[in-house]
């Protein structure tokens, strides 16, 4: 599915351009809400629909890169001591078990949220595949449960989460350029009304 949504959006922003784009609905059409765009730029565009019966939001962002390699940037999504150095809201981020057989890999990732609240820790398994036949990269996470990893009352546990990300090389997996799409949900349990969540997301 991830990778059919990629497929649709590459064929429909090539069609639209400028603020045509405003008009884009990467919905696939599958009969879902429509995606509102909050965002758009040469290389990044992003958009957003309401989850219903909350006050949250699912996201999609459709970019490109010219100067990194789609290998790159994939390993930098999964390379979690990597995101230690660069990443200066992470507390804790660590891999609790892995399965050999399929890949997957449950995480347990603690992050600051702004003062005042508590930070906020994920546990999330998630899978990649690099499929050479299709050119594509895919990476997917979702929250789950871990006997390994209790709560813990000195931060809060966001137990809805969910990421779909899709890399596609321009030319290669080691040569510079690609495109990715990624889809996100969460609900970090926070109180901010939708025009709060809306002002962060734009100016964040």
Known sequence: RSA?????MENISSLLQGSECQRLDPTMGFGEQPWEMIMDKKHFKLWRRPIEGTHLYQ??????????????????????EYRKKWDSLVIKLDVIERD??????????????????????????????????????????????????PEDPEYVRV???????????????????????????????TVFPRYCLSWMVSSG
């Open 4 to 8: 059919q949504e990629m497929k649709h």
């Open 59 to 80: 996201y999609r962002v459709f970019g490109s890169y010219t100067d990194v390699t789609p290998r790159q940037f994939f390993n930098v999504q999964l390379d979690t």
């Open 159 to 189: 137990r809805t989460y969910e990421s779909q990300m899709v890399i596609r090389p321009h030319k290669t997996f080691d040569e510079n350029g690609f495109d990715y799409l990624l889809t996100y949900s969460d609900n970090p349990q």
């Open 100 to 149: 050999v057989a399929t890949g997957s890999e449950v995480v347990h990732w603690v992050t600051h949220f702004p003062y005042p609240m508590y930070s906020r820790d994920y546990v999330y398994v998630r899978r990649y595949s690099v499929d050479k036949e299709n050119n594509l990269m895919v990476l997917v996470s979702r929250a789950v449960e871990h006997p390994n990893v």
